[in-house]
């Protein structure tokens, strides 16, 4: 016996239905696996802080603005040398979303791999500069930078600025910017220069960078004022903030900034800190292998009488 027509027509809809079924899986799955992949992109850029000082402690905590970017424009990094010194960077590209998030990861790379081999920071900040005139995707973006290198004796912080928020310089007894010369961003000019300023460290200390997204958001929820940086540094003084900085500390500080206003950073934000103290010889030796091995190769015995 034939299929009626009526029976036909429910199998020819039934069969519709179930195409478009599969064909929506499919797509969704597609989806899935496309956002899976993203997420793990982005997950690929992600600062990694190997620091491999047990003298100083470091944090870092990292807010894009975009809510569906894990990253964004910011970008920070820090390396520690063979002979007990070290360096940290913090930046921001203009701009927001992947462009900015890719421009933002190839500086850090590349500063890391610039300071291993022993570069100042003078030098990087030229090459880097090099780096944001060749690689950006517009004319118009640049990039701010803020680097700061600290001794071995963790006595002195070697300071450049292109165009970036000076650190602030936390210690048992106040809150400070770090005094060094301004310099323009990355990406500006062909060859500009940038000039060091150094400034002396107390006993206990530590050193705040940071990009504008933390003080560029609204002092109260219904916008008017913009939060600023006395408000930070006020904030700073009164939650208590000194020679010595924790995780709990940075994840205090963003509560109350994006609390003052009243959502969301507007920007993308980041903030690292290093706290250490001044070292002896001796202390210096134990943190160091490679410095103490040196020393032993500078020690000539003395002639038996």
Do not use: C
């Not at 928020?165 to 323009?184: I, K, N, Q, R, Y």
């Not at 020679?243 to 950073?265: I, M, R, T, Y």
């Amino acid at each position: 016996e034939h299929p009626t027509d009526e029976l036909l027509l429910v199998a020819r809809r039934f069969a519709d239905a179930a195409a478009i079924a599969v064909e929506r899986a499919e797509r969704l799955a597609a989806q899935a696996e496309a956002e899976r992949l993203h997420q793990r992109l982005e997950a690929s850029l992600l600062p990694r802080m190997r620091f491999a000082d047990s003298t100083v402690d470091l944090h870092y905590r990292y807010r894009a603005s975009e809510r569906r970017m894990l990253i964004g424009g910011d970008f920070l990094g820090a390396v520690s040398f063979p002979g007990g010194g070290f360096t940290v960077i913090i930046g921001d590209v203009s701009g927001h979303g992947p462009d900015a998030a890719a421009l933002g990861a190839t500086l850090r790379t590349s500063w890391r791999v610039m300071a291993l081999e022993g570069l100042t920071a003078l030098e990087a900040l030229r090459r880097l500069n090099q780096i944001v005139m060749a690689d950006r995707f517009d004319d118009s973006e640049f990039a701010t930078v803020a680097i700061v290198t600290v001794n071995a004796e963790r006595s002195q912080a070697e300071v450049v600025l292109a165009g970036h928020h000076p650190p602030l310089l936390l210690t048992d007894e106040d809150v400070s910017e770090m005094s060094a010369p301004f310099g323009v961003p990355l990406g500006v000019f062909d060859q500009p220069t940038w000039e060091t300023g150094v400034v002396e460290l107390p006993d206990r200390w530590s050193i705040m960078l940071y990009t504008d997204g933390l003080i560029e958001g609204y002092a109260a929820p219904r916008g008017g004022a913009r939060y600023g940086l006395r408000r930070l540094l006020r904030l700073l003084r009164a939650e208590g903030f000194h020679a010595h900085v924790s995780d709990e500390d940075l994840d205090h500080l963003l509560d109350q900034v994006k609390a003052a206003n009243g959502g969301p950073f507007g920007d993308d934000v980041a903030v690292l800190t290093v706290s250490g103290q001044r070292l002896s010889l001796a202390d210096q030796l134990a943190s160091s292998p490679s410095l103490a091995r040196q020393a032993d190769e500078r020690i000539v015995p003395h002639p038996q009488i």
